[in-house]
């Protein structure tokens, strides 16, 4: 990868952590003003409501988990090699999802073991 793309691929980082970062305290600051409920009816509601942003809330810290790693991959000067087997992502595959720790076939097979995982569970 050239020096070129891997800047370009920083920049392309960290313009969607921002807007993460962004929604995460959107998200954070919606779930305190929900808890302000009285009322018996809209607090089962708000804890519901409460309860999908928590979700999302979750998913959204894992991606800039994924996105500060990818920058600290890039300081390091690592950034682009799997963290599986070690070798190059491809640049299509960083093209689609530039924090990518992993390659095209390492995902697969770690989704596969996950689901793998959840049946036995």
């Known amino acids: 990868m050239t020096q070129e ?3 370009r691929f920083k ?3 960290e313009n969607h952590r921002r807007e993460l ?3 995460i305290h959107s998200q954070t600051r919606q779930i305190v003003i929900q808890e302000g409920e009285h009322d018996p009816i809209d607090q089962v509601q708000s804890m519901q409501g409460r309860e999908q942003s928590a ?3 979750g998913r959204r810290s894992r991606v800039l988990a994924e996105i500060d790693r990818s920058l600290q991959a890039i300081s390091e000067g690592s950034y682009g090699i799997c963290i599986d087997c070690e ?3 491809s640049l299509k595959r960083l093209e689609t999802l530039p924090w990518a720790p992993r390659c095209v076939h390492c995902q ?3 989704e596969h073991q996950q689901a793998e995982e959840r ?3």
Request: charged residues 30%.
């Open 5 to 7: 793309q891997t800047i």
């Open 87 to 89: 070798e190059p992502i």
């Open 11 to 13: 920049k392309a980082i």
């Open 21 to 23: 970062v962004k929604e």
């Open 108 to 110: 697969e097979a770690l």
């Open 55 to 57: 979700t999302h809330l």
């Open 119 to 121: 049946r036995a569970a």
